[in-house]
């Protein structure tokens, strides 16, 4: 198509530029309007719901680790590792996105201690990570300022699949993790992370290699992989459901524009994936409201949902909807998913972005 | 010489909570604090441009609205990523029902 400009996903490239001279960059978004008196009841937090999750959570995770264990060389320790991956390699995932926005406890030191085990369990740097993150949330799928765009355009429909396996990040957060602690971060890296900020960065990444060579160390000890298959290893067996619900987010939406309606997705799911996923399902209410804690989403989708698209009732039938925009993508990356607002929403204001509306499907 | 300003009356600003005041083409954020006292401090985010009006006080923390960083709003310390500049507070008094802050 005439006009279209290719997009750089490096955060100091030519997009990072344009969105900068744009206006796309640090903008303001649209809100649905809440009253003060609503929404200031939904902000409140409470250590209740998160220390009753995290104490099922701590337990799952030994108890799944003890039988796995247990059972080490039968087909038993399977069901047992299944389960235990998934609390490793996926839940720790909501955790740590919860207890980095410091609304899944209400005490300080509570979010943090949860936040230092997720982010090791997740091979994601705490320091680096928590500062991509608030870009995230600044310039969301803003094509060269967003660190956290999952699904690049054109989509690389490979990388998409092996993701569900973790080979890719695994091959990506180790090397970093190892970069980082001999004190080299990238430029991309020292877009969002404050100079003053970047030493902490390494001296995380320092701990995490540690305990990675001291767990290599007591496995060729112990001439056993049982180490192994506790520590690390999960973060590629176990990884599948947090790529299955987090690609949903924003996959086959817009890209650029200024309101989470239109680049976000929310999706109903059971209650086995939203205990994994801490209710991030509620993500386009997650991005208008990130000051709700996770218990509270819910509710806060009753409250705007006259305002928002209609919500996938199903994770397979987000993924049956996205599948065919994928598919158009690989030709005309331009192309995206623009999903109805009921009669009662604001309508979306074309004058508050780029996007071009002609390239929607909708 | 600096000047008191009256921000807003003292029942503008309800318990544990803050309020935005706009003043010479300047943001403030007025504060009451769980113990009915009264602060006053800049009105975004050190960080990144949010009101921080629209954010949640508990005790003697105001949380910004966008990315959830804190500050003490008595003295305007930066508690942690993702701010790190603290943040301007102003003197602030209570007069016949009134809000008043001096602003320099």
Redesign the interface.
């Known amino acids: 198509m005439a006009g279209t400009i290719k997009r750089d996903y490096s955060l100091v490239g030519e997009s990072t530029r344009r969105a900068i001279e744009t206006g796309l960059a640090s903008a303001e978004w649209y809100h649905t309007d809440v009253p003060r008196k609503a929404i200031k009841e939904l902000m409140q937090r409470s250590d209740g719901p998160a220390i009753r999750d995290t104490i099922i959570w701590i337990a799952a995770i030994l108890g799944s680790a003890a039988g796995g264990v247990y059972f080490w060389g039968t087909w038993w320790c399977v069901p047992f590792f299944f389960v235990y991956g998934l609390l490793y390699g996926s839940s720790s995932d909501s955790r740590w996105h919860e207890c980095g926005h410091g609304t899944a406890f209400r005490t300080r030191w509570m979010n943090d201690v949860v936040y230092q085990i997720a982010s090791f369990m997740l091979m994601r740097n705490p320091v680096t990570w928590r500062w991509s993150h608030a870009r995230h949330h600044t310039d969301t799928i803003i094509v060269g300022r967003d660190a956290e765009i999952a699904v690049m355009r054109p989509p690389d429909l490979l990388r998409a699949a092996l993701a569900f396996t973790g080979i890719l990040d695994f091959r990506y957060s180790l090397p970093a993790l190892v970069r980082q602690a001999f004190g080299k971060l990238t430029p991309d890296e020292k877009s969002y992370v404050p100079e003053m900020e970047q030493h902490k960065a390494v001296i995380a990444a320092r701990w995490h290699v540690a305990i990675y060579i001291a767990t290599i160390a007591l496995a060729l000890t112990m001439r056993s992989w049982v180490p192994l298959v506790l520590i690390g290893v999960p973060r590629l067996y176990g990884t599948w459901h947090m790529v299955l619900t987090g690609l949903l987010q924003h996959i086959g939406l817009a890209d650029n524009v200024v309101d989470h309606r239109l680049n976000t997705r929310t999706v109903y799911m059971n209650p086995i994936s939203r205990f994994i996923y801490w209710n991030m399902n509620y993500h386009v209410e997650h991005h208008m409201f990130p000051m709700v804690p996770y218990h509270a989403l819910p509710r806060l989708h009753e409250l705007i949902k006259h305002d928002l698209p209609e919500p996938n009732p199903s994770i397979w039938h987000a993924y049956r909807e996205v599948w065919p925009v994928l598919l158009r993508q690989l030709k005309y990356e331009d192309y995206f998913l623009k999903r109805e607002l009921p009669p009662t929403a604001r309508p979306y204001r074309g004058e508050f972005h780029e996007v071009k509306m002609s390239a929607a499907a909708e | 010489m600096a000047d008191w300003v009256e921000a807003c009356a003292v029942d503008d600003v309800e318990e544990e ?1 803050v309020i935005r005041f706009d003043h010479g083409g300047r943001t403030f954020a007025i504060y009451r604090s769980p113990d009915d006292e009264f602060f006053a401090t800049d009105g975004f985010c050190t ?3 949010a009101h921080l009006a629209d ?2 006080v ?1 005790d003697d923390i105001i ?1 910004c ?4 960083g ?1 500050f003490n709003y008595k003295t305007g310390q930066a ?1 942690g ?2 701010v ?1 500049v603290n943040l301007q507070t102003y003197p602030v008094k209570v007069e016949a029902g009134k809000v008043m802050i001096q602003i320099a």
């Open positions: 909570d960080h990144e441009k954010g949640l508990m949380e609205p966008k990315h959830n804190r508690k990523a993702p790190c």
